[in-house]
């Protein structure tokens, strides 16, 4: 008997046709997290139409997604019945200490971005998932915060436990710490060491019921603030670096280097744990590859959030002085003056759209026209309000006087 072969060709499509519908798996596991499916079926076995019923869902859809769902090997098909598989039961039940849905949550938020990869190689930039709308700025923050606790409890923060000898320690800072994940994992694994997890108010926020649900909210304290600026304590026997040097540059990540050693007591020691590229194999370098690629956006956002804040803190600034220069000179508050700046911004606006409609485009000359109208326009405004206003107040008073 002849063993039938299908063409060389056909192969390469059909290979090609299979990494298209890849997404299609990713979808079916996202779903299924969402929908709480694997918590409902941990410990029963229910039909069809008892998980329609409690998802509120569809019940023909329903029964295409559960098939799918056994078809992945996430579901056991028991006749008419469905119920966990091992895999899922291990991995994608919230309560299990393994479990990773979070970060497979925070992964598929990039559907839209990866979506319009063309584009954003065409145009060179970044952007995050709240940035197109696919989720809001707090569920991703949540679902990445999560995803990193996800990657610790299912054993990155047992390797760490069994790499450092922490028996002699007792007070350790953890930089950059995040949802706090290692803290309570060295701290559950050393019951003399008590820990500073020092970081933004976001991310501390999702520490919060992950340390008090450790029962460690005693020796584990949650310190807001910029590990990069705080002032911290120097008695530390323990400096905490996860998951930071892979994001900075070199000269940032040795300003954090010589502020963990000024944080240390004599014969401290300094723990730095990242990513490193072990494994060249093509199928790791895709891996690394992608995964660098959420970093990546991160640095981005920060660098444009912090652009955005020097911008807001100079036009508060530039207000406060104005306040101060008025009440300096006349002794009066002038209540109108975010008034005249506002004025002043609309006047822009204004006029840099009435050019565009002119045809005046070569920005430089858009730009002195704007600054110069506006600045007219301000200061003829300012001028009158104080011919009508301020100076009769202050001839009055002067009057009582």
Not at 134 to 154: C, E, I, K, L, S
Not at 217 to 241: C, H, K, M, W
């Amino acid at each position: 008997m002849t063993e039938h072969r299908p063409p060389v060709e056909n192969l390469a499509a059909e290979r090609v046709n299979e990494m298209s519908r890849n997404f299609w798996n990713s979808a079916v596991l996202r779903a299924g997290i969402k929908l709480n499916v694997f918590s409902l079926l941990q410990h029963q076995v229910l039909s069809c139409d008892d998980v329609a019923q409690a998802c509120d869902a569809n019940r023909r859809f329903m029964e295409a997604f559960l098939e799918a769902c056994a078809a992945l090997g996430l579901l056991d098909k028991q006749g008419e019945r469905y119920t966990d598989s091992a895999q899922a039961a291990a991995f994608l039940v919230p309560d299990k200490p393994t479990y990773v849905g979070d970060l497979v949550l925070h992964i598929t938020n990039y559907w839209h971005t990866w979506g319009k990869l063309d584009q954003l190689i065409k145009e060179g930039r970044t952007e995050l998932p709240f940035e197109n709308g696919f989720v809001d700025a707090p569920t991703y923050w949540t679902d990445y915060m999560r995803g990193q606790h996800n990657r610790a409890t299912a054993g990155q923060g047992d390797y760490l436990v069994q790499s450092v000898a922490l028996d002699a320690r007792r007070k350790m800072v953890d930089l950059g710490g995040g949802a706090a994940s290692y803290s309570i994992a060295l701290c559950a694994a050393n019951p003399e060491l008590r820990a500073d997890v020092v970081d933004q108010v976001e991310p501390l926020a999702v520490a919060r019921p992950l340390v008090e649900a450790a029962r460690l909210q005693d020796r584990i304290t949650l310190v807001p603030g910029d590990f990069n600026t705080i002032e911290l304590a120097s008695d530390y026997d323990v400096v905490l670096i996860s998951g930071v040097v892979l994001i900075k540059s070199e000269a940032a990540c040795r300003e954090v280097f010589r502020r963990a050693l000024g944080a240390l007591k004599p014969g401290g020691l300094v723990i730095v744990q990242d990513f490193m590229r072990v494994d060249h194999s093509a199928a790791r370098s895709f891996l690394d590859t992608m995964m660098d690629i959420p970093p990546a956006y991160l640095m981005a956002y920060f660098t444009q959030q912090l652009i955005n804040g020097l911008t807001l803190g100079s036009i508060y600034g530039l207000i406060a002085i104005g306040y101060t220069m008025v009440y300096g000179i006349i002794g009066m508050i002038n209540f109108a003056h975010g008034e005249i700046y506002m004025l002043g911004a609309f006047i822009a606006i204004i006029t840099f759209l009435l050019l565009g409609l002119a045809g005046v485009t070569f920005m430089p000359l858009v730009l002195l026209l704007v600054l110069i109208l506006s600045m007219a326009f301000t200061a003829v405004y300012g001028w009158t309000l104080e011919r009508l206003a301020y100076r009769p107040l202050r001839a009055r008073r002067a009057w009582r006087r």
